[in-house]
């Protein structure tokens, strides 16, 4: 069992930037790949962004590409997002996640753990 713990949410104003974190830790049978989803009120959870076991692949939702960046560290057991240019639409509860898989994946049913969310309100 994996367990992961999200920091770094908080309050900004349009056009600024956060950073969150996800530190994991816990027995592991794998190298996962790892995500973040976000999820705002009266919507379902969506994909963000994920990294792959190394970090040499990254993936990102096309409303995020060119304004968010994850990566990894795989000595610290920690992964971040930092996130640019933040749109008031990007507020949400981000959700850090482990996949069952190396490779970096898009699809929720991939990933087998979950973080309890941390909220990221941006204002206009």
């Known amino acids: 069992q994996v367990q992961l713990v999200e920091s770094g949410g908080g309050v900004v104003q349009s056009g600024g930037s956060l950073r969150l974190s996800c530190a994991h830790s816990?027995?592991?049978?794998?190298?996962?790949?790892m995500g973040w989803f976000r999820q705002a009120p009266g919507k379902e959870r969506e994909f963000v962004a994920a990294i792959s076991w190394g970090g040499a692949v990254t993936l990102y939702a096309d409303a995020v590409k060119g304004r968010f960046a994850i990566s990894r560290d795989n000595a610290k057991n920690t992964m971040s997002l930092q996130m640019n240019i933040l749109k008031p639409e990007d507020t949400a509860v981000y959700y850090c996640?482990?996949?069952?898989?190396?490779?970096?994946?898009?699809?929720?049913?991939?990933?087998?753990?979950w973080g309890q969310g941390t909220q990221v309100t941006v204002s206009s």
């Open positions: 816990g027995r592991t049978f794998s190298s996962p790949a």
């Open positions: 996640a482990a996949s069952l898989f190396s490779a970096a994946t898009t699809e929720r049913e991939d990933f087998s753990s």
